[in-house]
């Protein structure tokens, strides 16, 4: 198996800390002060450290809603295919009802198989949730070479706040 020269792998970070921040939008707000002192930002980097996976539950689940959202994206993906088919009719007296019927057909497989789908589970996950990455910490990493500068500059700001 051979590689393309020219193709880019992730590596890992380079640079020492100049400073650690408890949230992201902190250390974001760090490098846009950077950027606004006319910091060479291109030698900055921000790390997330101490990765954790959170499952944030959203609400409960159950066949009507299930039902529900199945129908309604389904609705949507047959009012798509009705336009789509609309393009290539000839008579203009049915293509609101083309559409129409594309819509209704869609909703009704949607729920349908959302309906499949949830029943599928046999009462084990009757709960929605949104699953993301966050890090506890975050560090702004500086190539060696401008992190005195980088320092002093985020000491200036730490000090106006």
């Known amino acids: 198996m051979?590689?393309?020269?020219?193709?880019?792998?992730p590596t890992p970070p380079t640079g020492v800390s100049v400073a650690s921040y408890e949230t992201y939008e902190a250390a974001q707000r760090a490098v846009d002060f950077l950027s606004d002192e006319q910091f060479p930002v291109q030698?900055?980097?921000i790390v997330g450290n101490g990765l954790r996976m959170v499952e944030r539950v959203i609400g409960r689940w159950d066949r009507n809603k299930a039902a529900a959202t199945g129908a309604a994206g389904g609705a949507w993906w047959g009012l798509f295919l009705g336009l789509m088919l609309t393009l290539f009719s000839?008579?203009?007296s049915s293509l609101l009802l083309v559409i129409a019927a594309?819509?209704?057909?869609g909703a009704v497989?949607?729920?349908?198989f959302a309906m499949i789908g949830y029943s599928m589970t046999g009462g084990r996950r009757d709960f929605r949730s949104q699953s993301s990455?966050?890090?506890?910490?975050?560090?702004v990493l500086c190539q060696y070479q401008h992190?005195?500068?980088a320092r002093a500059l985020l000491e200036k700001l730490a000090m106006r706040r």
């Open 109 to 112: 497989f949607g729920a349908v």
């Open 43 to 45: 030698h900055v980097t």
């Open 90 to 92: 000839s008579g203009s």
């Open 147 to 149: 992190a005195d500068q």
């Open 2 to 9: 051979s590689m393309q020269p020219n193709m880019r792998l």
């Open 133 to 139: 990455v966050v890090a506890t910490t975050y560090d």
């Open 102 to 105: 594309a819509a209704i057909s």
